[in-house]
């Protein structure tokens, strides 16, 4: 056997066990899609912060990187951020 010859089996091989996968992808995509739709506002997410008050007032940290975010919005905008 020459190397064209092995290159190409392997190709054959390789383009049949891909279609075989994706039939397969396929088939459990059209299963899944059998069942009851996904509606948004139906399904139940559950968790939330562990501490939701730490979140009433902001520490000084966090209004100093909000001060540098609005002034660099600002200078994106050509606008000048006054205090």
């Not at 064209?4 to 891909?18: D, N, P, S």
């Not at 069942?35 to 501490?51: F, S, T």
């Not at 209004?63 to 006054?82: C, I, K, N, P, R």
Request: overall charge negative; hydrophobic content about 40%.
């Amino acid at each position: 056997m020459e190397t064209t010859e092995v290159g190409t089996y392997a190709m054959i091989a390789l383009t049949i066990g891909l279609i075989v996968f994706i039939w397969r992808m396929r088939m459990n995509n059209i299963a899944n899609s059998q069942d009851d739709p996904a509606i948004a506002g139906q399904d139940i997410i559950e968790g939330g912060a562990i501490n939701p008050e730490q979140f009433d007032e902001p520490d000084d940290d966090a209004l100093d990187e909000m001060q540098e975010l609005l002034e660099q919005t600002a200078e994106s905008q050509g606008l000048t951020y006054e205090e």
